[in-house]
């Protein structure tokens, strides 16, 4: 028998949440940082003949090559999750950024070593998409799996949000970057801080990442000898596409969020007018609002059922970011607030990890959200960034239709689940009578 979960988490549950939490902003702090310096990036790895709307694809093409690599990153570390532990792979993930992140803040320009500067930083790029695409599903699974059941949109939402704080940090630091140092000493040096901390910041959650325990349900399949019996993706494919192609779609919804809304519209405000300082004042007040919304949907999803929160949630997004883009438009003046707002609404993408998590069993829960999460993200995130700039180039809206008509299909299949029963969360942790 089990009864309801407490409405509070034991101080177990909340160390767990707190180190997975902070590990992960830590970690994906340094898969973002690369966006914030995308112009100065581009100037000192490219030839200086190069005209700037070439230089601004090419450099948005390595920061998509991460995304591109996520799904072979996140396809072994989850096989080995569902095989081995998810604690070894949620160490090694950050390990694996770390690294790669600290290289990046020491190569050589183009101007010092010719086209092999982009291609090394393109190999970096690379390596930290694998990291990353091993470490979000991870996370999520981890966290699901050691806190109560009833207490899921809480955890994901705190999750998320402390994911979200770790484009927070790249934002504060790329905005004290832009204030303190002149553009060329940002050009000649400056970009090489963020790296070099990022690696350092990355090390430091490898630390933290060690005090933590084996969740208790991969700890009682092992002692059943309960181990997917075969490859964990071959199951998935047989016998879960409905849950992989749900999973795919809502990855859509996090990726207009997270890519167009919060990374890439600092740039893209430079075509309203507005200066870089100002873009990342107010990128840093939506990224604040961005955790919050977080932190808040989940909480009302475990409150009201978080199929119609994300049904809402998505559709006031759809409106907040229209007004965002046509407010700018009209009035420079209104940044900061419809940019907070659309940031905090944006939170929204917290509930994509509850449905993901809730929609595979425990023995491939891994490898059944890592492969649908980056395989999508592959796609979705890959194609986004010049997908977007290309057309914004052709209609200043286009960003917000874009976020907009992604968070409607959203909406409607958080209405259309809302009508059906709600999938058990078969697996997750229960509370004993």
Request: proline share 5%.
């Amino acid at each position: 028998m089990t009864s309801p979960a407490p409405h509070r988490l034991s101080r177990a549950d909340v160390r767990t949440l707190l180190l997975a939490t902070l590990g992960g902003a830590l970690e994906f702090y340094d898969f973002v940082i690369f966006v914030y310096f995308t112009g100065v990036i581009g100037t000192n790895f490219f030839p200086a003949s190069t005209p700037d709307w070439l230089r601004q694809v090419q450099t948005y093409g390595i920061f998509a090559a991460g995304y591109l690599a996520r799904p072979l990153g996140g396809i072994l570390m989850a096989h080995f999750g569902d095989r081995e532990g998810r604690k070894r792979m949620f160490t090694l993930s950050v390990l694996l950024m770390a690294l790669p992140t600290l290289a990046i803040g020491l190569l050589p320009t183009y101007g010092g070593a010719g086209l092999l500067a982009p291609l090394l930083l393109l190999f970096l790029r690379v390596l930290q998409g694998a990291a990353i695409g091993g470490e979000v599903p991870g996370a999520w699974v981890f966290v699901a799996e050691h806190l109560p059941a009833r207490r899921l949109g809480l955890a994901c939402g705190t999750l998320t949000g402390g994911l979200t704080l770790g484009i927070l940090l790249g934002s504060l630091m790329a905005g004290m970057l832009n204030r303190t140092l002149s553009g060329e000493e940002l050009l000649d040096w400056g970009w090489r801080i963020p790296f070099v901390a990022g690696g350092v910041f990355g090390l430091v959650a490898v630390r933290l990442r060690a005090w933590l325990e084996e969740t208790p349900l991969f700890e009682e399949l092992r002692r059943e000898r309960a181990l997917a019996a075969q490859a964990p993706l071959r199951i998935v494919l047989r016998s879960h596409r409905p849950a992989v192609a749900l999973s795919m779609v809502m990855t859509w919804v996090l990726t207009a969020g997270i890519v167009v809304v919060i990374l890439m519209t600092p740039a893209l405000l430079k075509g309203f007018g507005v200066d870089a300082r100002t873009a990342l004042t107010a990128n840093s007040l939506a990224t604040l609002g961005l955790t919050l919304g977080c932190l808040s949907a989940g909480v009302l999803a475990d409150r009201f059922g978080y199929q119609r929160v994300f049904a809402i949630g998505c559709l006031s997004l759809a409106i907040a970011v229209e007004l965002l883009y046509r407010g700018v438009l009209i009035d420079r003046s209104l940044l900061l607030p419809l940019y907070a707002l659309a940031g905090t609404l944006t939170g929204v993408i917290a509930l994509v990890p509850v449905m993901m998590v809730r929609s595979f069993p425990t023995a491939v829960r891994f490898t059944g959200l890592s492969f649908s999460y980056n395989a999508a993200y592959a796609v979705f995130g890959g194609i986004t960034p010049p997908l977007v700039a290309g057309l914004a180039k052709l209609d200043r809206l286009a960003p917000a239709h874009y976020v907009a008509g992604v968070a409607v299909i959203g909406a409607v299949i958080g209405l259309v689940l809302a009508t059906r029963k709600s999938p058990d969360a078969a697996g997750l942790p229960q509370v004993a009578a």
